[in-house]
């Protein structure tokens, strides 16, 4: 007498989100979450293709990209019939240009006319120290009267979350 089993498949695994990150920022891992007795294993195409990680529900991508998840029950070996997606982003920082150095009389204030930002829009901009200026949030704001010189640094933020700086005198 011979006995044949058949084992269910496992349903893909479920993406615990994809990620994005800021340009310079570690690549974070990307993972899946399965049932008791199954793991995941990794593809970079939707089907077929060579195996990147196995056996585990994370996976430490090189670089930005879209990375598939297949589900493998552990004792019996069968896998799921999807791949799961799962997506890492890595934004570029804006581009920042606080301006071009100044030079002023004492006791006098100007205008930061020549800075220049761009980036994934709302932009959102910061100068320090803001007590030197009337409206530290204006891309090109005007000073207070100003008595002694200093570095200013402009930090733009972009609607990602992703900031870049730079400074003038």
Known sequence: QVT????GLPGAPLSSGNKA?????????LTVTTGPGITADW??????????????LSYNPAS????????RHSSTGCISTTRTPVTLTVN???VVFAGTDQSI??????TIADATASGFAPLTYAWTPAASFLNAALLNPVTVNLTA?????????????????????
Do not use: F, H, K
């Not at 044949?4 to 084992?7: K, L, W």
């Not at 930005?64 to 589900?71: I, V």
């Not at 010189?149 to 005198?169: K, R």
């Open 92 to 94: 570029t920082l804006p």
């Open 149 to 169: 010189t200093d570095t200013y640094t402009l930090t733009v933020t972009d609607a990602n979350g992703c900031s870049n700086n730079d400074v003038m005198t």
């Open 4 to 7: 044949v089993t058949v084992n």
């Open 105 to 110: 009389s004492t006791g006098t204030s100007t």
């Open 64 to 71: 930005s990209g879209t990375w598939y998840a297949e589900a």
């Open 21 to 29: 990150i800021c340009s310079g920022q570690t690549l974070p891992a």
């Open 43 to 56: 593809y970079a195409a939707p089907a077929a293709g060579t195996i990147l990680a196995s056996g585990t």
